[in-house]
């Protein structure tokens, strides 16, 4: 199985989700977890990563709602060991 190395950023953002229970919101190329803004490509770094799953979608505003899932969690526990 490959190694996956996760970006400082894409642990904060995870950490964020995490500690503070947030949700990362994203529409029209826009992302945000509470108010601090997400690059697009950190969003589908993530995904990609299995590290966030879509929580919900909303066909009125075209709106994402993902969560940190226990692959994600996972990865912070990695993450933090290896700190």
């Given at each position: 199985m490959q190694q996956?190395?996760?970006?400082?950023?894409?642990?904060?953002i995870?950490?964020?989700?995490?500690?503070?229970?947030?949700e990362?919101?994203?529409?029209?190329?826009e992302a945000y977890v509470g108010y601090e803004h997400i690059a697009p490509?950190?969003?589908f770094?993530?995904?990609r990563a299995m590290a966030?799953?879509?929580?919900q979608f909303?066909?009125?505003?075209?709106?994402e709602r993902y969560t940190i899932n226990e692959t994600g969690l996972e990865l912070l526990r990695k993450a933090?060991?290896?700190?």
């Open positions: 996956l190395d996760l970006t400082r950023r894409q642990i904060q995870l950490r964020m989700m995490r500690d503070e229970d947030e990362l919101v994203y529409s029209k190329g490509r950190t969003v770094a993530l995904i966030i799953s879509m929580d909303s066909e009125l505003g075209k709106c933090d060991a290896a700190a």
